[in-house]
């Protein structure tokens, strides 16, 4: 398929719309819609938050002039089943328009090449794959869901130029600047949850929400409580002091445990529900939780799409082991901490080089007097 340079110019115009939801529309995908008639834009839309109606139906009811036979641009195949709102697939036939151009086919499996069907029958043309690889950067968390069953994992750590993330007394307020720290706030925005380790939560006694101010939310669509994801501490033993700080912040706390832990300690799960959080039993070994459960869960039971781990070596080291990392964003500081400084990963198991874990850099931006690292593992 050929595709003009006018449907390439629509069609980075969706894009653009539907990166308006990235941090809004969490669990659903960020979608964008533009209709035009004659080389002319009618009408445009984006998906702004789940249970609110998909970036086609928008773009229909905006529209100020008929939009039958009119070309649609949209950067998700058109959903073709009833959730929270109708099919978008039925609403385009209904409006009679000629043409759908779609980026890319929906993973859903709800969906997955259901919509394009529905419309060809109608007699409508669809043409499929224009950017398709820049719709897909939208919505990796979403999309390797619906393939993987499990959550896509960005592990975040901010380090010295030597690869350290805290002084030996535990000290690491601040490695990186403002404008990093503001990144992150950002990163944990996008996110359905933030997971650290209880020994974080025992040094740091961290919030982990989402501090941004009310103007900067209102560009990413979202208010204060919409902002912040669910908070999950790896908790093998129950040690969380039950006035910890996220505790009594707004939103959920999960605390992570062991079914064994969790069944010998009743009353002890009573306080920390008191307190504000919730515990979770996952299988374990030993006081090492099963990382693949903990995902698991958040999966089925949470809807959490992407998640974000903001922990220490040990923690850090574990998802790297446990292979369910697909990204690692390093904010790497212009600074030294020296060899008695605290390591960015614990990796017990590598002992020779054979043993190395292989990255690939994805992008290196400068972000303030920073670095913002992303890797993704090697094939």
Known sequence: MTFSDFDIEMMRHAIALAEKGIYSTKPNP???????QENRIIATGWHQKAGQPHAERVALAQAEE?????????????CSHFGKTPPCADALVDAKVSRVVVAMQDPNPQVSGQGIERLRLAGIKVDVGLLQFEAEQLNEGFIYTMTKARPYVRLKIASSL????????????????????????????????????????????PSLNVRLDEAVLKDMNLNEEEANPIRVVLDANLSMPLDAKMLSLNGKTLLMTSKQTADQNPVLVEKIYQAG????????EEDRLDIESVLQYLYEVEQVRDVMVEAGAVVAGAFIESGFVNEIHAFMAPVLMGNHAKPM???????????????????????????????????
């Open 30 to 36: 960020a979608v964008g819609c533009v209709i035009t």
């Open 66 to 78: 008929p939009v039958e036979d009119a070309t649609v641009y949209v950067t998700l195949e058109p």
């Open 162 to 205: 030597d690869g350290r993330t805290a002084m030996s007394d535990g000290e690491s307020q601040w490695i990186t600047g403002d404008e990093a720290r503001l990144e992150v706030h950002k990163m944990r925005a996008r996110h359905g949850a933030v997971i650290t380790g209880i020994g974080t939560v025992l040094a740091d006694d």
């Open 277 to 284: 959080g919730e515990v979770v039993a996952v299988s374990a």
């Open 345 to 379: 990963f614990a990796l017990p198991n590598v002992q020779s080089m054979s043993d190395k874990v292989c990255f690939d850099f994805d992008s290196v931006k400068r972000i303030g007097k920073d670095l913002h690292l992303v890797l993704k593992p090697s094939n």
